[in-house]
C-alpha cells in the first residue's frame, strides 16, 4: 500500500524567505502527483500536478519537483507572504489501471506559518 | 460557476441518528470521492465512484453507505454503526481522462453528541 510522508509537519518563518516542503512516497509506481492547499475549516486547493513523466510544474511563485525513482517531491515556495499561512498536502495517484486508479494516497500535511 | 457543492456546511446530531451529507458537482467529472479528516489523521477515503450505480469501499467504510444515482450527485450516509462520526468530512470529484486531477468541495462539519 502506497504511505506518503510529509515533512516537516509544521514550519514558521518570517516574511519573504524561500521555502521547500517536501513528501515522499513508497511506491514509485505513480501516476501522478498533486499537491494541495487547504486553509482551516477550508476544503481543499489543487495548486500543482505533475504527470509520472515530468520533472517539475510552475504556477507563480510555486515550483514543485518529482524525482520518481527516489519516491520524493518538493513544493518550492518563493519569497513568502503571511497570505501563504495553510497547510500544504501532497497526494499520490497510482499507477496501476485497476480499480484504484484515480483514488489519491495523502500525506499529513506541512501547516505553515509566514509571519509579517 | 462549475464546481463541487456541499451541504449543510455545519451539522449537528444526536448519537443514534443516522444523517445524509449531501456532495453535488457541475464538472461533468466521471468520478467522485468521500473523505473524512480529524486533527493529525490527515485525509482517509471513505468511498469512491468511477461511475453511476457503482461504488468501492475505502479505507474506512465502516458505519458509512453512499449511493450514485446520477453522475451529479453522491450522497453519505454517516450511520449509528460508525462510533466515531464527528470529523469534517470532504468531498471531491475527478475526470477520468488525462489529468485524473481532483477538485475539493467547501467540506461539511459533523458533530455528533
Known amino acids: 500500500k502506497q504511505e506518503v510522508t510529509q515533512i516537516p509537519a509544521a514550519l514558521s518563518v518570517p516574511e519573504g524567505e524561500n521555502l521547500v516542503l517536501n513528501c515522499s512516497f513508497t511506491?514509485?509506481?505513480?501516476?501522478?502527483l498533486q499537491w494541495f492547499r487547504q486553509d482551516p475549516g477550508k476544503g481543499l486547493t489543487s495548486l500543482l500536478l505533475i504527470q509520472s513523466s515530468q520533472r517539475e510544474q510552475t504556477s507563480g511563485r510555486l515550483n514543485a519537483s518529482l524525482d520518481k525513482s527516489s519516491g520524493r517531491s518538493t513544493l518550492y515556495i518563493a519569497a513568502s507572504q503571511p497570505g501563504d499561512s495553510a497547510t500544504y498536502l501532497c497526494?499520490?495517484?497510482?499507477?496501476?489501471?485497476?480499480?484504484?486508479?484515480?483514488?489519491?494516497?495523502f500525506g499529513r500535511g506541512t501547516q505553515l506559518t509566514v509571519w509579517p | 460557476d462549475g464546481g463541487i457543492t456541499q451541504s449543510p456546511k455545519y451539522l449537528f446530531r444526536k448519537e443514534g441518528q443516522n444523517v445524509t451529507l449531501s456532495c453535488e458537482q457541475n464538472l461533468n467529472h466521471d468520478a467522485m470521492y468521500w473523505y473524512r479528516q480529524d486533527p493529525g489523521q490527515g485525509l482517509r477515503l471513505i468511498y469512491y465512484s468511477q461511475i453511476v450505480n457503482d461504488f468501492q469501499k475505502g479505507d474506512i467504510a465502516e458505519g458509512y453507505s453512499v449511493s450514485r444515482e446520477k453522475k451529479e450527485s453522491f450522497p453519505l450516509t454517516v450511520t449509528s454503526a460508525q462510533k466515531n462520526p464527528t470529523a469534517f468530512y470532504l468531498c471531491?470529484?475527478?475526470?477520468?481522462?488525462?489529468?485524473?486531477?481532483?477538485?475539493f468541495g467547501p467540506g461539511t462539519r459533523l458533530t455528533v453528541t
Open positions: 471531491a470529484s475527478a475526470t477520468l481522462q488525462e489529468s485524473y486531477e481532483q477538485y
Open positions: 511506491d514509485s509506481a505513480i501516476y501522478n
Open positions: 497526494a499520490v495517484r497510482p499507477g496501476d489501471r485497476g480499480s484504484t486508479l484515480g483514488r489519491l494516497y
